[in-house]
């Protein structure tokens, strides 16, 4: 028997430094072989926040190695589903060529938050959490079994 390809998720958000970059570790670490996520922004950031990468460390997922990427990059290949993680991305969605089922899914942009960098962490690994509990979640109700 032939095992059928994983569907593919496009992960939107506007500058594709912290939430985006987190949903596309999430999806790629607890539901490999089920989805390929891919992440960009509408306005992409000139690099991954580096709290979000230390937050995403923390929890056993490296994205050291991620590049914030322009949705325009993205926009002719074949998506089985697009999320869009912040309002500004939702609103600012592009029409892609092929129909593609859309999703919003939002939180809260971590790199607004403010204070020391521990308590900026704090926000970051809430964000972090909040990403994996709601998205993966959202992906298994909408699409069955463990997504």
Known sequence: MVEAAPKRVLVLCTGNSCR??????WINSELAGQWLA???GTAPAVRVHPLAVRA????GI????????HVGARLDEPWDLVVTVCDSARETCPVF???????????IDPALAE????????????VRDEVR????????????GRA
């Not at 994205?63 to 914030?68: D, G, K, L, M, V």
């Not at 060529?97 to 939180?107: A, D, E, S």
């Not at 960098?117 to 690994?125: A, D, G, L």
């Open 20 to 25: 985006s970059q987190m949903a596309e570790g």
């Open 38 to 40: 891919r992440s960009a």
């Open 56 to 59: 995403m460390f923390e929890a």
């Open 62 to 69: 490296d994205i050291s190695a991620a590049r914030p990427e």
């Open 97 to 107: 060529p092929r129909p593609v089922p859309k999703i919003h899914v939002p939180f």
């Open 115 to 126: 204070g020391t960098e521990e308590e900026r962490m704090v926000v970051f690994r809430r």
């Open 133 to 144: 509990e709601r998205l993966l979640a959202e992906l298994r109700s909408r699409y069955g």
